[in-house]
């Protein structure tokens, strides 16, 4: 939530930068987040430690309490991780293309929504940022989407995979149509500015399934799978502005941005239907028991010297409602 509210801010400090700022607007727009990042990166290394007993600030109530909810101990060491495996799982690649085409869609939002506004419908690079801003308050809707999902996945409702795939399929296929509406409309503002905030929100019901998917399939490596996952999303958000950017060069007109939209919805399309066909939400067999890697770390605290290990339980947490904290 907090990086869909820092692009809300973003945009429209840099569309006010553009029109209004120092060293010609545009390059005054490099020069505060830049400072910005710097401040930032100052008060993460003075105030971020590895865990609350090192931590020389906090007071001893909050250390208590976060002593009390996460243990004091090391964590297990996890067992190897199957890559054969997570390589060879087709839940995986579908998680993998499900990531790729929802990165196109946000990457474009983020780099070339502003030029169509400003080229196809007319503001200027103020209104443009505000606007494009705006339309970002919709991924805030996560917080309630969890909630839901968590709420069809409890017992005697839905299975995991069921409220996966619906939410997945739901939301790129209303993307996909948001972004061919947003095509045709006429150079009505209001209107389009609604769509991409619908467009947005979509990408938001996408969002609560791609951030928590390797949780289910396997949870003592999903952090592997995270990273596989998102090299694949990165990827799209580097080749998808170049190919807007090819579609746009010559003539940032409406008939090359419709062709921009067809492109994006159906990759969009592509998502849908790959994760709805092959995506899952149950935990695969090479995934590892995580009763028999507690029942191993604790053979192995009774040979250790007194030493109590943290096991790591992925039932301990709601896989859905971890993302409002990103």
Not at 114 to 124: E, T
Request: hydrophobic residues 50%; proline residues 3%.
């Amino acid at each position: 939530m907090g990086f869909s509210l820092g692009i809300v801010v973003g945009m429209l400090v840099s569309g006010v930068l553009c029109d209004h700022g120092f060293a010609g607007g545009w390059p005054s727009v490099f020069y505060v987040f830049g400072v910005v990042g710097c401040v930032w990166s100052a008060a993460w290394f003075l105030l971020c430690y590895d865990s609350p007993a090192t931590h020389p600030r906090i007071s001893m109530t909050e250390r208590e309490y976060w002593e009390k909810m996460i243990g004091t101990t090391e964590l297990v060491v996890h067992p190897p991780t199957p890559w054969r495996n997570i390589l060879t799982s087709i839940h995986v690649w579908a998680l993998t293309v499900a990531f790729f085409a929802l990165n196109w869609g946000y990457s474009m939002t983020m780099t070339w929504i502003p030029v169509f506004m400003r080229d196809v419908l007319g503001f200027n690079m103020t209104n443009s940022g505000l606007f494009s801003g705006i339309s970002f308050l919709a991924m805030v809707s996560i917080v309630t989407v969890g909630l839901l999902a968590d709420w069809l996945r409890s017992p005697g409702r839905l299975s995991t995979s069921v409220v996966r795939k619906i939410f997945c399929a739901t939301g790129f296929v209303l993307a996909a149509c948001m972004l061919i509406v947003v095509g045709y409309i006429s150079c009505n503002r209001i209107l389009a500015v609604s769509l991409m905030f619908l467009f947005l929100y979509c990408l938001s019901i996408i969002l609560s399934v791609i951030l928590v998917n390797q949780l289910d399939l396997a949870p003592l490596h999903a952090g592997n799978i995270m990273g596989l996952t998102k090299f694949w999303g990165i990827l799209a958000s580097i080749i998808a502005p170049h190919v807007i950017g090819a579609f746009t060069y010559h003539s940032s007109t409406r008939s090359e941005w419709q062709k921009v939209f067809f492109l994006a919805a159906g990759i969009q399309i592509l998502g849908a239907i790959v994760f709805a066909v092959f995506g899952s939400g149950n935990e695969q067999s090479w995934a590892g028991s995580t009763e028999e890697q507690q029942q191993s770390d604790e053979t192995n605290n009774q040979q250790s010297e007194g030493k109590v290990i943290q096991v790591y339980r992925p039932d301990w947490i709601n896989t859905d409602t971890i993302i409002t904290h990103l």
